[in-house]
């Protein structure tokens, strides 16, 4: 039942001489890129050789802000000859945060991705319909290379157009689909207005979930309603994508493919690694990426490490489901979104106040994000087409920066929390 | 030149009845209100016997208000009254963005308001006056 056995039934001693091994390989490599050079010359660290694998604590650690800071390719690790593929994630201040991928490095996470499919139970006969979005984002390429290295037959749709996905799962006898929950849930109720039972209308035998978090109430749901199996799947743009960690058919946590990414559970507030079952943040090590090595990621992903080997046999340790996160993202229709993204829009907009509210709340499983604003008083001239514009340039400036359409709702001066201190800014309505 | 008054309100209960409860302890007199709906807000427009009093007691009241300079005209409370006023400004290209009004003396006279656009507010009221409307300034009795 392995993709590849010797890789992921690999002994725990075999294991750890090879994340020695690729340790200090990826530090090696990263030192190439001109932002990790001048880091590790600048804290002595130049020239410093892994010989345990504790010694990656005297490194810094990388948050996204200083991939932010080397744009476009100052983490690159390589030539841009020998990149073959380019992904970014939306930045808060305008600048997308970008990663290279050699062609090994595709192939790599491709494979890691089989294994997480073949975990499941996904094979080679399987119609694989891919309902994420394709493109910069990570998640709709990143299944679809996995899926087709098993031999499944991918069809690429990509995120909406229900209509057309349920056509697809009827002549084409869809078995396994990736699909973001919320996505999901909405196709439930569509399913049913229309009086097609989800669970006896199609061939659907594995869901594949990722890009959001969401409970394990919301996921029996699903199974229940769906009459399928659903599984987790994590990963983040910054370690390639979807595939660093996935459940198998135990579904008692994601195995984090330690031969792939080294991973330590940190105290946010101090950075001291924390023992083994403790929950905290999740901090990743490239360990194969050669285009982009990246040392010590942040994730800041609330997680922790599940003891205990697991029944399917894989000796890669387990995470549980992501708890939250250790800053205040929060995700919309599986798009990664900063309430300072907002802010930047609404602080650069004449006419609109200080304070201001997101509202998250879902509608017949969609996802809706509402953006509360107050006018300025000086701004307000007692026109409704004033009002009007306001609201539509808002609602285009806003799509342009978080890749999300939010309705602008205006309210009255002073009914939105005053903008003093540590305000909170996101209400969540959703349950997930 | 008239005034009238600019409220933006949120389209939930309770609103015009705060404005109104604010407006009847202030001793104030509504003369006319009008109400645009944009969905999930409005604005409430107001004529009152003492807008400049109304403006500053909605404004410390935190409301969102604003000043607009209006044409305000007396018209006869009798049938093609309007029509008569509305001709005048159409021979002259004027555009009538906005109207409301309300009976000072039934069957004598009435109030008429005007948002227009093609000609500034003095030149409006110019035209008119010309053809016997009286401006308004003042609701004071």
């Known amino acids: ?27 090696e490599r990263a030192g190439r890129s001109s932002y990790y050079g001048n880091l590790f010359a600048g804290k002595g660290l130049k020239g410093k050789k892994i010989k345990n694998l504790d010694d990656i604590r005297d490194f810094p650690f990388t948050t996204k802000d200083d991939l932010r ?56 006969s399987d119609i694989f319909q891919n309902m994420m979005s394709y493109g910069l984002f990570t998640g709709g390429l990143g299944l679809h290379y996995g899926a087709e290295k098993i031999g499944a037959l991918v069809i690429p749709i990509g995120t909406g157009n229900t209509e057309r996905q349920i056509d697809f799962f009827k002549d084409l006898g869809t078995t396994v689909i990736h699909v973001t929950p919320s996505y999901l849930l909405h196709m439930g109720h569509v399913l049913e207005e229309k009086g097609l039972s989800p669970s006896e209308s199609f061939n659907i035998r594995i869901a594949i979930m990722g890009a959001e978090p969401h409970s394990e109430a ?66 990743l090590t490239t360990l194969c990426r050669e285009g982009m090595p990246i040392i010590r990621y942040r994730t800041k992903d609330i997680t922790r490490f599940i003891s205990g080997r697991c029944a399917c046999g894989r000796t890669h340790r387990r995470i549980g489901r992501m708890k939250g996160r250790t800053d205040d993202m929060f995700i919309v229709k599986g798009v990664n979104i900063f309430p300072s993204q907002v802010e930047t829009v609404l602080m650069e907009t004449p006419g609109v106040d200080k304070n201001y509210m997101i509202i998250l709340d879902r509608k017949e499983g969609l996802d809706i994000l509402s953006v509360q604003i107050e006018i300025r008083r000086d701004f307000f001239r007692g026109d409704l087409y004033q009002l009007r514009d306001l609201q539509e340039k808002l609602r285009e400036r806003l799509k342009h920066v978080i890749l999300v359409t939010p309705s602008v709702e205006l309210v009255e001066p002073g009914s939105l929390p005053v903008s003093t201190g540590k305000a909170k800014r996101v209400i969540d309505k959703r349950r997930l | ?23 009847e ?3 104030i007199n509504m003369k006319a209100m009008t109400i645009a709906d944009s969905g999930s807000f409005g604005i409430i427009k107001l004529i009152t016997d003492d807008n400049e009093k109304a403006f500053n007691i909605l404004r410390e009241k935190n409301f969102l208000v604003s000043f607009q300079n209006v ?12 029509h008569k006023v509305a001709k005048i400004l159409e021979d002259r290209d004027i555009n009538i963005e906005d109207a409301y009004g309300f009976i000072m003396e039934e069957g004598v006279k009435a109030a008429l308001i005007l948002k227009v656009a093609g000609a500034d507010i003095p030149r409006v009221e110019e035209i008119l006056e010309k053809n016997n409307y009286r401006s308004i300034e003042k609701f004071n009795v």
């Open chain 1, 1 to 27: 039942m392995f993709w590849n056995e010797k890789e992921e039934n690999i002994s725990e001693e075999e294991l750890l001489s090879l994340q020695l091994r690729r340790l200090a390989g990826a530090v």
């Open chain 2, 1 to 23: 030149m008239g005034k009238q008054i600019s409220i933006f309100v949120e389209n939930k209960p309770g609103k015009v009845n705060k404005i109104t409860g604010i407006l």
């Open chain 1, 218 to 283: 919301t996921r029996k749901k699903l199974e229940e309603t769906f009459g399928i199996k659903v599984y987790n799947c994590y990963g983040l743009s910054e370690m390639n994508g979807p595939g660093v960690a996935f459940e198998c058919t135990f579904q008692g946590g994601l195995h984090l493919w330690e031969d792939n990414y080294f991973a330590e559970i940190i105290n946010p507030d101090t950075g001291q690694v924390l023992p083994e079952g403790e929950e905290g943040e999740l901090v």
């Open chain 1, 69 to 124: 800071e080397s744009y476009p390719s100052g983490m690159l690790a390589t030539s841009m000859d020998d990149i073959v593929r380019m992904h970014a994630s939306s930045g808060t201040t305008g600048k997308s945060t970008l990663v290279f991928h050699t062609g090994r490095d595709i192939s790599n996470w491709a494979n890691i991705v089989a294994r997480g499919l073949y975990a499941v139970g996904v094979r080679k």
């Open chain 2, 71 to 82: 044409v305000v005209v007396e018209i006869p409370d009798s049938v093609g009254a309007f």
């Open chain 2, 25 to 27: 302890k202030a001793k």
